[in-house]
């Protein structure tokens, strides 16, 4: 995975944090799990900073946290609490 | 042959989709190919599944879709329970912004084969929680009419299990269950080549949904393109009305006039 934009941290890019807001390097503080692997969260990660780290663009994609869809209209609005578990999905041949 | 697409089109929850046609995308090899058949299929309609955002892939599937102006009818392949295919649906609805779905519960993984009870269970929540539901039905007329009973738009009894290839197994159950239903029949599962979509239309379905066959055809697309005229050929002979099966022959010429008489 690749940074979606330059916050300003140092380090290997690949280990970076893809969420941390704002120019100040920030620590991550807790985990979630997103699609079965563990994630670093920065105080005050949303949903919409997951999205934009995992996919490459927003179309076609939805979230459920602990098995509730979070509507694309909150995602901005909605942190990422410490210990959830969560799904971003999109479309794939099958079926 | 005619393009009935718009004269006679598919009709699913007061809805015109279009051609009778329906397209699954799994099993093609590349995105290229998958579009190749498509065209060829003149579907309107496509389902395709939900999964996990693989970070690494670029191509988008509803990029594809919608570009063909195909409207996307996402499934809930891969589900064991009614609570995953709900949840899966509603995942569904939010990433393409359709309450579309393909409902899909599977009962054994050898066979994948649907498990009825689930799918009764979930199709009545989708139903309540406003989708318009689709389900993967084994060809059980009991089954089918319970799936209308809690408010499904359509049925879509299998042929015979997914990807085998072994047409209708049963067309006397897909008869029955077209003679009762108030929904659309789909014909969905089994397919394996022209003459069995062209079966299923002169039995009395309202649509086919193909995947396995197509994708895996040694020709994609040159079989995309039987499929559209064996569904196209099959619905012409169901509304044509087919003549009555006789135990013996009956002449189709006159003997009137014949010499030596």
Known sequence: MTRSEDDGTTGPVADAPLTAPGPAPALATAVATVNGEPYDLYPGSTVSDLVAAWCPSPRGVAVAIDSEVVPRSTWNATRIEPGVTIEIVTAAAGG | ????????????????????????????????????????????????????????????????????????????????????????????????????????????????????????????????????????????????RRLEQVGCAAVMPLGSPIGSGLGIRNPHNIELIVEQAGVPVVLDAGIGTASDACLAMELGCSAVLVATAVTRAGDPSLMAAAMRDGVAAGRAARLAGRITRRFVAEASSSFEGMVGQ
């Not at chain 2, 389902?47 to 570009?67: C, I, Y």
């Not at chain 2, 199709?123 to 309540?128: G, K, R, S």
């Open chain 2, 1 to 144: 042959m005619t393009d009935t697409a718009t004269s006679d089109p598919l009709v699913i929850a007061g809805t015109v989709v279009g051609s009778r046609l329906i397209m699954g995308t799994g099993g093609m090899t590349s995105p290229e190919s998958l579009t190749g058949a498509l065209v060829a299929s003149g579907t309107a309609l496509a389902t395709v599944a939900v999964r996990r955002v693989d970070p690494s892939t670029r191509h988008s599937l509803v990029d594809l879709l919608e570009g063909l102006g195909i409207r996307i009818l996402p499934n809930t392949a891969g589900c064991y329970t009614a609570t995953d295919a709900v949840l899966t649906a509603r995942l569904a609805r939010e990433a393409f912004a359709t309450n579309w779905v393909k409902l899909e519960v599977i009962g054994d993984d050898r066979t994948l084969l649907p498990d009825p009870i689930e799918l009764v269970l979930a199709a009545e929540q989708l139903v309540d929680d406003g989708f318009v539901v689709l389900p993967y039905c084994g060809d059980d007329p009991v089954v089918a």
